[in-house]
């Protein structure tokens, strides 16, 4: 059985950092692409970034380019998210997802809260 | 970017009637695998979103045959033959064929 189980979230003010974790099991880690998405409170859904297998291509939506980067330990089958310069407007649930084309699994979903 | 246009954004359905969601992209969404990457997701109250649908019209393990997905090129469609309660929730279409990753609006489907 696939699982991603998060980690991380918080409660952060404007301009700090914070960095989240997916730990991943259940399928072979280093054969897949992974992905976060998030979801402002009551909106829809955002894809955030993408990383390929072996981390040597990575994707960002525009919004978040140049604050925030995705990276992963295959060793560790673990994903992360570094979040910096944090905006109010990055308030959101964070999903650590399987896959940039298929999104077939999705973790439980780490809030992050950016406020002063 | 492509923008994914769902409609409607809100659908109130009697039990057992069907139910259908449509997508509509900006740009095609052949890939250059040849597949058409646009996927289904359902979100049920205070759940992470689940997959249904991928590529079009793929449906996943364990997902009722109820759900179906079609289309080509541009548009897109998900129905429910017969809906049932548990169906309630909010639901997306995403294209995955270009950079950035988009979703729709989501549409909220509720029991009448």
């Known amino acids: 059985e696939v699982q991603l189980v998060g980690s991380g979230g918080d409660l952060v003010q404007p301009g700090g950092s914070l960095r989240l974790s997916c730990a991943a099991s259940g399928f072979t880690f280093s054969d897949d692409w992974m992905s976060w998405v998030r979801q402002a409170p009551g909106k829809g859904l955002e894809w955030v970034a993408s990383i390929k297998k072996d981390g040597s291509e990575k994707r960002y939506v525009d919004s978040v380019r140049g604050r925030f980067t995705i990276s992963r330990d295959n060793a560790k089958n673990s994903l992360y998210l570094q979040m910096n310069s944090l905006r109010v407007e990055d308030t959101a649930v964070y999903f650590c997802v399987r896959g940039a084309w298929l999104f077939g699994d999705w973790g439980q979903g780490g809030l992050v809260t950016v406020s002063s | 970017d492509v923008v994914m246009t769902q409609s409607p954004l809100s659908l109130s359905v009697t039990l057992g009637q069907p139910a259908t969601i449509s997508c509509k992209s900006s740009q095609s969404l052949v890939y250059s695998d040849g597949n058409t990457h646009l996927n289904w997701f359902q979100q049920r109250p205070g759940q992470s979103p689940r997959r249904l649908i991928y590529?079009?019209?793929t449906r996943d393990s364990g997902v009722p045959d109820r759900f179906s997905g079609s289309g080509s090129g541009t548009d897109f469609t998900l129905k429910i033959s017969r809906v049932e309660a548990e169906d309630v929730g909010v639901y997306y279409c995403?294209?995955?064929?270009?950079?950035?990753?988009?979703f729709g609006q989501g549409t909220k489907v509720e029991i009448k």
């Open positions: 590529k079009v019209s």
């Open positions: 995403m294209q995955a064929a270009h950079w950035p990753r988009t």
